[in-house]
């Protein structure tokens, strides 16, 4: 029903745009950028800022999470959650980066806490490089997710440093950001 319900709503929303396009250029409401609050790492230079959320990637196929983390380690690790039910207040799909490896997987969850399922998912893609741009990237196939109509993420970053581990979850501890609508 979810995913007729997806249809009938991108099928009503095709005619509408259609219908005004000669009028007005074309909104791109399946993009939105979140700021996470600066400085709650204590003063670490790791600490999860800007969150972009690309519900429908450049093809229409894929969900693209961007964050930027400020100074990226070897070490750091960085956690997304996805929510793709509306009804069920928990994330559904779990995924984690870690720097400068190929060790990727999607995994079904449902809750923040546990490690959930293996999902066959060919076409994951992460990017999170050490030595590169201090910002981590999450491709996921919507297909992978059941081709989800809106979707909402939680992330969380753990970065060790000489004095412990700095944690930071985007936006708040187990808690998302708005839904991004397809």
């Not at 800022?49 to 964050?67: C, E, H, K």
Request: aromatic share 6%; proline share 6%; with cysteine.
């Amino acid at each position: 029903m979810r995913a007729y319900h997806c249809g009938v709503v991108a099928a009503s929303a095709a005619a509408v745009v259609m219908s005004t396009m000669i009028v007005s250029a074309p909104a791109h409401a399946d993009v939105r950028e979140f700021h996470d609050a600066v400085g709650d790492t204590g003063g670490s230079s790791s600490d999860i800022d800007l969150v972009r959320v690309n519900n429908g990637g450049p093809a229409g196929n894929r969900v693209i999470v961007t964050t930027e983390v400020g100074d990226l380690d070897f070490d750091d690790r960085v956690a997304l959650w996805v929510d793709t039910v509306a009804d069920n207040p928990g994330p559904e799909y779990r995924s984690v980066a870690i720097p400068n490896s190929d060790a990727i997987e999607l995994r079904r969850v449902n809750t923040f806490h546990g490690t959930g399922q293996h999902v066959d998912c060919a076409g994951l893609r992460i990017s999170a490089d050490a030595t590169g741009p201090d910002r981590v990237r999450f491709s996921i196939p919507r297909a992978c997710m059941q081709k989800p109509c809106d979707v909402r993420v939680s992330l969380r970053g753990r970065f060790p440093d000489d004095d412990g581990t700095v944690v930071d979850w985007a936006p708040a501890v187990r808690r998302f950001f708005g839904w991004v609508p397809l």
